[in-house]
């Protein structure tokens, strides 16, 4: 540490990137993978509470899925999977709330607080109803072609921010859980739906304006092949993703988040990374330096 102060160019680079950051958005998604990880998890949270501390306003998303898949193993349910998307029964979406919305958003939310920072956990589990995100189902298109039928799943058509605006005006992080209400217009009415993270991250990015976009997973980013960490893509355009999702290069967890990466830049979202949330404090590397780890998903060229 003190051979890194003395270094002053060390310090005059952090300085840049903190100013170019300071009062900026950054939406970071913690996947349910990394966050099976309790070292990685603790220091990627203590990034989050560097970040806030030096004027940036990050935002988190979380899932969850491999604590609702060893919870439903637990409840004797098997969990099944279409297009990287859970097949949520009623039985299930129980499951997906206790887990999700409360088990999970809290924690984070008390742990944040324990690194010296502020955090409010969004979520409709608790006694006081904090909900942010509003949506609708979604019935995906098999490869028959027929629809197919997912149960309370959806996707996320309403965010609000001001909520979020405030908390992070005031210091606070928000901790939102990939879970909505469905937005029929009606005060107290609608029911609950399961959201994918990836989907509910982009919402969220793109409904602040946020300067980036980070999902953090359990790899060093797309690969053409996913079981070689060197076939790593350092900067995949849209052109190139679709086709490695068609040629099945890209699969499972991994489509839902590339299709997010993709409609979020659409939107007008500056920056998206997927990148390794494993790697000691990745998030702080992505934001403050040149570094480029994982994989950048960028615009196609007109
Ligand atoms: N082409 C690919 N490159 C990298 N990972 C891939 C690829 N195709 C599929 N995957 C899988 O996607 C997983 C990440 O998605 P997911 O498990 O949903 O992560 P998270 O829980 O972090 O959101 C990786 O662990 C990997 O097994
Ligand atoms: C509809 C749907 O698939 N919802 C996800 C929500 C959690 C999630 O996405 O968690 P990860 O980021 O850890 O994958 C699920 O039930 O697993």
């Not at 979406?93 to 887990?99: F, G, N």
């Not at 990015?205 to 999902?215: D, H, T």
């Not at 979020?264 to 990148?275: A, Q």
Request: proline share 4%; glycine share 10%.
């Amino acid at each position: 540490m003190i051979e890194a102060i003395q270094k002053a160019d060390v310090l005059i680079e952090a300085m840049g990137w903190i100013r170019q950051f300071r009062d900026k958005v950054t939406v970071i998604k913690l996947g349910g993978s990394v966050m099976e990880d309790d070292d990685a998890l603790r220091h990627l949270l203590v990034d989050i509470v560097f970040m806030e501390t030096v004027g940036m306003r990050p935002v988190v998303v979380h899932g969850g899925g491999a604590a609702i898949s060893r919870a439903m193993a637990a409840a004797g349910l098997e969990a099944r999977f279409v297009q990287g998307r859970r097949y949520t029964d009623p039985a299930t979406l129980k499951i997906v709330e206790k887990v999700l919305a409360g088990e999970i958003n809290e924690s984070i939310a008390a742990r944040i607080e324990e690194f010296g920072g502020r955090a409010m956990p969004l979520n409709f589990a608790g006694e006081t109803d904090n909900n942010i995100l509003y949506g609708e189902p979604i019935t995906l298109t098999g490869d028959d072609g027929e629809p197919v039928d997912l149960g309370a799943v959806g996707h996320v058509t309403r965010v609000d921010r001001d909520v979020l605006d405030n908390l992070c005006y005031a210091g606070q992080v928000p901790v939102i859980p990939s879970m909505c209400v469905v937005d029929d217009g009606k005060p107290g009415a609608g029911g609950k739906l399961n959201v994918n993270a990836d989907t509910a991250a982009m919402a969220v990015a793109q409904a602040m304006g946020a300067e980036k976009l980070v999902f953090l997973s359990d790899i060093n980013g797309v690969r053409r092949d996913k079981n070689d960490p060197d076939s790593l893509i350092h900067s995949l355009d849209g052109a190139e993703a679709r086709r490695l999702i068609a040629s099945g290069a890209i699969e499972a967890g991994m489509i839902p988040k590339v299709e997010a990466c993709l409609e979020t830049l659409d939107k007008g979202v500056r920056k998206v990374h997927i990148i390794d949330g494993r790697l000691r404090h990745s998030l702080l590397l992505e934001i403050y330096t040149n570094c480029g780890v994982g994989t950048e998903i960028v615009s196609d060229p007109v």
